[in-house]
């Protein structure tokens, strides 16, 4: 099992809804890397994506439990830099497909020498310079 895990945005919305048929999976694939002593990333990009829906419903408690989510299991949060902003236009430079959001968030995994990429996200597996875990397959 990897040692460092970066979790893109939609596994944490699971986790924090208890969004069935993923949640299970994520807690699984959580509890595994945990019992590895595995340390667990993720970026700034994600709080921006997660929490537009809590802000959108004012769901104050929604951003409390994702706040207390990450704190309690110790995210390390990677913030975008120019460093990461550059990276990411050569994913998307060479992944035409690849949306900002995702390759801001792939780039921010290599630059944190992440050891695997955690996403829902199937279309992410193509991009070679991250290993991506598609959680669909777990």
Sequence with gaps: MAKKIFFDTNPLIYLVA???PFYSKV??????CIADDAEFFTSTITDAE???KPFEEKNNEQ????????????????????QIAEKAA???ANYHDIK??????????IDCNCDVFFTND????QVTEANVVYLGEL
């Design 27 to 32: 807690v699984k694939f959580m509890s595994d």
């Design 63 to 82: 951003v409390k439990k994702y706040k207390n989510c990450l704190d309690k299991l110790e995210f390390v949060k990677c913030f975008i830099s120019e």
């Design 100 to 109: 900002l959001g995702d390759a801001l968030q792939l780039a921010a995994s």
């Design 122 to 125: 199937k279309q992410l597996k």
């Design 18 to 20: 208890q969004q069935e």
């Design 50 to 52: 997660f929490l537009i």
């Design 90 to 92: 050569k994913i998307r």
